[in-house]
């Protein structure tokens, strides 16, 4: 049978026009995807995909698939080409440096490294072999050395095929051309700005989408969620916030994971757009848990340690039994865990939901009790605590998104701290709960601290204080007050 398969219908004649027409070609494009990848473009159907770009996306997806084929062919190939060459011999040419590595390709959750930091120059001369160790060659007057003029710029000539592929040296191989070095030099140098500027524009194009939905990469990313039956469907999106995006998925039953998948995930995707990320810095860098790591790593790396952190975080509040979304898997900055609310409806959250008074009253002492466990046996601080992140489902407060959450012993913990305090008891306050403490109270009966401050300017003072001294305390002695220790006993600031 023929692979194209049989016309159905013979009968229609068709126009010229029909033929040509772009629309007609862009349905039949469309039913063929629908055929090929009926649950990747179910999902860029959704809200998933935003406005103008809705039927590129796919193309742009099965064109980077492609693309992905390609070089992985084209890596084959030259695999293959690599031990024709050299055959057995102990002495072997590596085409490593043309390979076309593909950043996806990978799945390990080593980064893609810029490349300039990690690729080998691949203009590094090779050794030389015309000239022998001792430097010189012939005998009385007609000696030459390495450093004599034609065979230095033949050998340079030469050289030009280490450059890239791509760059056209012109026949000047095949010739009796001896290049100089300065001029050898001035190519390389061309040579490898050249190949840098295109990767650069190259990266620009691949990251101009990322504000609209989610960039390539991450599409990528989810698609292999979905292909490997982790997730059955992607069905759209939830939440577009300035630093993640959160879609609805219903989960597959992959075998490979011995995890059981949720019947409905929710999936963040952190934002790889750069700047919103500037101003959290302060969560992070001073977080003790990341320190070593910060310096070192460049933004998009950060981006990830983002998405870690709120894994890391999720499973401590897991073992501790606070109510929170089970994490299922992360993969570079794409975090899956289960989701919470029913049949694509996500839990409202709390600023949402009208709660009979009762039901306010038992949602004020569940998050008391919350934030206390929180504190002491998950060793943590919210961080970013409100009506926003707390969401009503089955009758009970989950808390959400804790990416940015610190341990108390941040430089800023306390703080952080007092202000998640102040938003809890203003929203209960005003929300008619006459039990609910004030953010002093509530801060001292989470901390176990004992400020007595009896108004918010000195009240501060006092916190900020005493993070001062937990700071100087770590300094002079590497190690913090036990202030903080997460072992129950009502904490004393000693020296
Ligand atoms: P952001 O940093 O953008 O505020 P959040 O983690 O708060 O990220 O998620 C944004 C929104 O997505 C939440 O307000 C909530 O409505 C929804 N959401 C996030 N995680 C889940 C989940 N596991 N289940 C249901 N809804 C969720
Ligand atoms: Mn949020």
């Known amino acids: 049978q023929c692979p194209w398969g049989t016309p159905s219908t013979t009968s229609i004649s068709c126009s010229l026009a029909d033929v040509m027409s772009e629309q007609l070609a862009k349905e039949l494009q469309l039913e063929e995807e629908n055929a090929a990848f009926p649950e990747v473009v179910a999902a860029a159907e959704g809200p998933f995909i935003t406005g103008e770009n809705i039927d590129t996306s796919s193309d742009l997806m099965l064109a980077q698939m492609l693309q992905m084929e390609f070089d992985r062919e084209y890596d084959a190939q030259l695999r293959r080409e690599e031990k024709k060459i050299n055959g057995d011999s102990k002495v072997s040419i590596s085409f490593e440096n043309y390979r076309k590595v593909h950043p996806y390709d990978s799945d390990s959750s080593e980064d893609e490294v810029d490349w300039q930091d990690t690729r080998h120059d691949p203009y590094r001369a090779d050794k030389p072999t015309t000239t022998p160790r001792r430097g010189f060659i012939g005998k009385g007057k007609d000696i030459t050395t390495k450093h004599d003029e034609v065979v230095c710029g033949r050998k340079n000539t030469a050289r030009m095929e280490n450059f890239a592929p791509e760059f056209q040296v012109g026949d000047g191989i095949g010739m009796d051309l001896k290049l100089s070095n300065q001029v050898f030099n001035a190519l390389k140098q061309h040579a490898y700005s050249e190949e840098r500027r295109s990767a650069r524009l190259h990266e620009k194009k691949e990251h101009s989408t990322a504000e609209k939905a989610v960039d390539p990469k991450t599409r990528l990313l989810l698609y292999k969620m979905v292909n490997s039956g982790m997730l059955e469907t992607i069905t759209g999106c939830i939440s577009t916030g300035k630093e993640s995006v959160v879609f609805h998925a219903y989960g597959g039953n992959s075998a490979t994971e011995d995890k059981v998948i949720p019947p409905e995930c929710a999936i963040k995707v952190f934002k790889t757009t750069l700047n919103e990320f500037k101003n959290r810095d302060k969560y992070i860098k001073d977080d003790y848990r990341f320190k070593d790591r910060f310096s ?189 220790s997460s072992d129950g006993d009502p904490p004393i600031y000693d020296e």
């Open 296 to 484: 070192k790593l460049n933004p998009r790396k950060i981006i990830r340690m983002w998405a870690e952190k709120e894994m890391h975080n999720l499973t401590r509040m897991q073992n501790a039994g606070i109510p929170c979304p089970e994490v299922v898997i992360l993969k570079k900055h794409v975090l899956v865990m289960s989701f919470i609310g029913q049949d694509q409806v996500p839990a409202p959250k709390l600023k949402d939901v009208a709660l009979s008074s009762e039901d306010m009253k038992k949602a004020y002492y569940q998050i008391l009790n919350m934030m206390q466990q929180l504190y002491k046996e998950c060793n943590l601080v919210h961080a970013d605590l409100s009506e926003y992140n707390m969401l009503w489902h089955d009758g009970k407060v989950w808390l959400i998104d804790v990416s940015q959450s610190v341990e108390p012993t941040h430089p800023h913990g306390l703080e952080f701290l007092f202000r998640d305090c102040r938003n809890v008891s203003q929203f209960f306050q005003k929300g008619g709960v006459a039990e609910a403490l004030n953010e002093r109270e509530l801060f001292n009966a989470v901390s176990g601290l004992n400020i007595t401050a009896d108004n918010e300017v000195d009240f501060q003072a006092e916190i900020e204080a005493l993070e001062k001294m937990n700071e100087d305390h770590v300094q002079n002695h590497g190690k913090k007050l036990s202030t903080f």
